[in-house]
């Protein structure tokens, strides 16, 4: 079956549409030993096509949520040898697989992995505004002010982070937080920014899929065709 290129390196795990596109530009694939120029390029039935000089080629999708423990590198390998999600999924070792989103060492909770670029991307890329829940621990109990900064919206460095939803909860020390935005810590960043330390942090919800029951390290398929 002949295939754009883009779509081609998408399907094979490699990266998404966008990041293919990059990948072109620099010139690092090659089709049949011949480095691609153009973006719509075709690949045709029993073409060899490489990546940095890695055959590359469309495998099985893989579409896996998994319950991250804290103390797990959201990464396939590590320098230091310490433990990443990977390591919870023995049987999908010899996949190219990636974390959609990440969540930080010390975060838990719902984490997708997959092997489908696109897939990822449509989930991933802010223009499809997709919505994450949060629940969250600090150190203090939140002061009414900053409270209310945080609903109306907190500047960082890198820009204002708005909230779609913020809900104070027991002791004023727990709540639960929705929002769409993907940068990294960003959670984390803004309660620093008002002087208090996220002690626990755990995402429930990753657009249409939910943690709900999913015991602490397990993982199962999920159907990809929920968005």
Not at 23 to 52: A, F, H, S, W
Not at 53 to 63: D, F, H, I, L, R
Request: hydrophobic content about 35%; proline content about 4%.
């Amino acid at each position: 079956m002949t295939m754009q290129l883009v779509k081609y390196m998408a399907h094979s795990g490699v990266c998404s549409r966008r990041d293919a596109v990059l990948l072109i530009r620099q010139q690092l694939v090659t089709i049949n030993g011949v480095t691609v120029q153009e973006l719509n390029t075709l690949v045709n039935p029993g073409d060899v096509v490489k990546v940095k000089g890695k055959v590359v080629k469309p495998e099985g999708k893989v579409y896996v949520m998994l319950h991250k423990p804290a103390g797990y590198l959201c990464t396939n390998s590590d320098e230091k040898d310490r433990k990443t999600v990977f390591d919870l999924l023995p049987g999908y070792k010899k996949t190219k697989l990636f974390t959609v989103g990440r969540l930080d060492k010390d975060s838990s909770g719902l984490l997708l992995v997959t092997n489908d670029g696109d897939w990822a991307q449509r989930l991933s890329h802010p223009s499809f505004e997709i919505v994450k829940e949060y629940r969250v621990t600090i150190n203090k109990p939140l002061d009414h002010v900053d409270y209310g900064q945080i609903v109306k919206g907190v500047r960082l460095v890198d820009g204002m982070v708005r909230f779609d939803k913020v809900v104070l909860q027991k002791n004023k020390t727990h709540l639960k937080m929705v929002l769409h935005s993907g940068r990294n810590r960003v959670i984390r960043r803004v309660f620093e920014h008002l002087g208090y330390k996220v002690q626990e942090l755990k995402r429930v919800s990753f657009g249409p899929y939910e943690l709900e029951k999913l015991t602490v390290g397990c993982y199962r398929q999920i159907n990809p065709n929920l968005l």
